[in-house]
Each structure stands twice: as structure tokens, then as C-alpha cells.
């Protein structure tokens, strides 16, 4: 049996008259590949966003690992095994790629979390950047390392941005939109990237507009509308469902 990793009971966000979220409650196994999908508005960043701790939920709890994290701070989070990527991409754009792996290596150390390693031992940044190489080499950016960042295409960008949220080692990673307006073959790449962190026992969560790229990445595939969850279960059913279709056609 697998174990729960993320629970969110009866969770609510409003923004003024508007329920982004509305008494939600969902459960994430671990190990699993999970797609967030539903109409402009329907609730999916905010979802990412309280999980995240960057939004306080209104009403609700959420609990991490069977552990209550709902009043921790967004930089708990990272700590405590929660990686991300946003919807507008979050890179430094005047520094190397090198040097933007390196930034987000060094915090994963201060955090603790990188490999287990001892945050308090200095290590060389020959490991850092021979872990670097290896990170961006498992999305086809070697060869950019010394690149600015700002110098790299659309999708470049995105795989860096998400192996900065990969070099955390978390446990668990919330991608939104990770593979929006990128070639196909990057999002092949991205998506390669999932599969083989889920091999390593990670849980990830990516909000997806794309009904095909969601049946080829997620196992299951939550569907929001005005902040409730309409459906939930495998690709192949849910993208049929009556009420998905009219959510996302207008019927
Ligand atoms: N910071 C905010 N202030 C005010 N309203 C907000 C804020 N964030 C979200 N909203 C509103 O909450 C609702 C849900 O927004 P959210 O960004 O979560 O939707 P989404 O599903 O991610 O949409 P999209 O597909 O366009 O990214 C929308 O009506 C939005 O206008
Ligand atoms: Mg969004």
C-alpha cells in the first residue's frame, strides 16, 4: 500500500467575492505522477500556492508527511521537502547557468537537504559543480552551462528553472504550467525528467492545459472548477467525463 504524502482537508482561499478555493480536500500518494487541470481561473495556482505557504488558506488544513505544516512560512517549505517552479518562469536571467545551478545547490546545502549532506562541512565547489553537470545534463543543457541565462530559448529556461527546484532534492514538487508554450521536444524532455524522479521516489504535481500531454506524463488527473474538484482518477476517464468537457467547452 502506498502512503499518503500531502492531505488538504476542507481547505478554502477567497479573494474578496471570489472562492478560489472552496472546501477542498484531496490526497497525494507518494511516488506518484499527479496532472492539476481546469479552466483560466479555476483555482489551480492558488492550490499550488497554499500548499506552498506563499497564500494562507482561509479555513482548512494541510499536512505534509502526517505533519500539520498549515502555519508554516514559504521558506519553511523548501526545508521541510517541497520543491516548486511558477507559472511566469523564476530564473536569474544576468547570471550563467552554471552559477544559477550553483545558487540553487548552496541553499539546498544551508537547508539540509541536499543528499543528507551536513550543512555545517564546507564542501568544494568541484562537487557542486560536477552535481551541476549531472543535474542539467539529465535535460540536455551541458552544453549551456556557461550561457546567461537570459541568452537561453523559452524552454531552456523552463528546464532551468526546474532543475533549480530539482537540485532542493525534495520530496514532493508542484510544477505550474511547467511545459506551457515549449517545443514538444522539451516537453518529452520534461516530462522523461518526471518519470525518471518519480523512479527515484519522488512526488510531483504539475498544473497542465494540454489534454495530451496529460494523458502522456500523469497517472491521475485532478480537475478543478471554481475551486472544487469536479473530477479525479485516471486520465482516460476523467478527460471523457460529461462535466470536465462542458467545464472546459462550454458544453
Ligand atoms: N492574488 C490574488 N488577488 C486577487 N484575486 C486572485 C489572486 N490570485 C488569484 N485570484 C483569483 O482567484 C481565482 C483563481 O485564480 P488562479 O490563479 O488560482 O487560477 P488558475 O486556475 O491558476 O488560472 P490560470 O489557468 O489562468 O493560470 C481567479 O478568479 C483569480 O482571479
Ligand atoms: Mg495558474
Redesign the pocket.
Known sequence: MKEIILKLINVSKS?GG?K?LDSLNLEIMRQTINAII?P???????LLNVITKFLKPDTGKIIFHGKDITYLLPHQIACIGIGRTF?IIRIFPQITVMENMLLALERGKVEGLFFGLNPFIKYSSKKFEEKAKELLGKVGLEDKINELAENLSHGERRLLEIMRAVALNADLYLFDEPAAGVFPEVRTRIFNLFKSLKEEGKTIIFVEHNMDAVQECAERVIV?DKGKIISDGKPEIVLKDKGVIKAYFGG
Open positions: 479573494f471570489v478560489a481546469g483560466n481561473g479555476s483555482g489551480k495556482t492558488t507559472q478543478l
